[in-house]
């Protein structure tokens, strides 16, 4: 009897640790809903960690069931030595991890079990682009790239040269070239061509068919040119709600015309509050002076794009925001550089193995490749900004212009072709032998035009 009932305890006991150890195979997790950390999907919650959370319970080998943590909050020690949020949950043992954005401090560590980092991130500044980028010296070249801009001074030496040509070809515009000066000589080209696209005129204009074609044909191209130009220039052309540039903590330290915070009971509040750097310690009086604190991420990222505001935050989860915001820029310089870390009871012995998946995931590039998928950029561009204008946005204008080049250059060269070819029966010669006269004293130098005007001048004198 005595070894039967040996028997029977040692079975209940037997008993009631397997039924504890199945209970304790599905650990509690408690998350923070924060994109794209953990959001909702209909009844479900999807996210980086949830896919952190998948990866690593299949490593470690358990099961667990996710829970939202019930204050909404990260996990801060309060006054009575009580701490709230999701490391108070695990604290209190109302859950067995806590997987979030949750920073490693030193505060935590001493309060529950900290993992190795899954992310690094640091602390910077979120705030709009007019805040952000100072205004450049040569901003008015803005509305069109550096390409179109190429291309816009190719056209307008082409169109010169073209001038230059025609006039000198046409015989409705230098029917003379013994006795007449061609006015249309290279520097009055020039000027002629930059008088046009300024839309100012300076005459003389041309006379032949010829060139009225390619005047027309640049004139046209000057409109259409400048109408883009400064349709793009007051587009691109921002509202200076402040002429303050914000590229830094020193910058943001040192003014007081625009307002900046952070997330109240945050880490990156507590990094303020404990620095010793002065620029660090004004900035932490500030924002509790003015009670400037937001929240939650969306508050924060709200009053950033309503202007005069900068939301000072988690570097990761600023880059987001830009991903999202077109008009938000995230500030260049990051300090306190921290890791995300999954957080379980002080002691637990998961620790070592979460810690050990959350390495093995890194060295295989799976946090690299969860970050790409949840951090991709669906920036929305505003449809009132317009981009600068690419040589492709004008291909339409520019193919017309080369045809008004090419269409006045040939009515010039067949005007010559019929002046030969009159020439040529009244002097009974071949028009080509012709045709090549005209063409050599017409395309001679400058020097023959000098050479005539000291005649002309000799005959005077006598």
Known sequence: MMMFGLFLLSFGFLLDVGTCTAMQSELRITTIKQEPYVISKGAQLEGFCMDLLFEVAKKVGFKYKVQLVKDGAYGRQEESGNWNGMVGEVVRGEADLAIAPLTLTAAREKAVGMTKPFMQTGISILLRKDISEEAGFFDFLSPFSAQTWVGILIAYLGTAACIFIVARLSPSEWSQPQSEKNTFGLLHSLWYTAGALTL??????????????????????SVVLLACYFSNLSSTKTPESSHLMVKGFEDLANQDVIEYGCLAGSSTLAFFKNSNNPVY???????????????????????AKEGNYAFIGESVSLDLAVARHCELVRAHEVIGMRGY????????????????AILQL????????????????????????????QPHNLKGMFLVLSLGLGLGTLVAVLELTFKSRRRAAEHKKTCCSVLTEELSLRLRTSSGNRSQENVDKDKDKA
């Open 200 to 221: 100012q005129g300076a005459g003389p204009h041309p006379k032949a068919l010829s060139g009225r074609v390619i005047c027309s044909s640049w004139w046209l191209f």
């Open 341 to 356: 870390s999954i957080a379980a009871a002080l002691g637990s012995p998961i620790i070592k193995n979460l810690s050990v």
């Open 281 to 303: 310690r004004r900035i932490y009086e500030h924002m509790e002076r003015t009670k400037s604190f937001v929240s939650s991420m969306d508050e924060g990222i709200r009053r």
């Open 362 to 389: 890194s060295e295989a590039g799976e946090l690299a490749y969860l970050r790409s998928k949840w951090w991709a950029s669906s920036c929305i561009a505003d449809k009132d900004k317009v981009s600068a204008v």
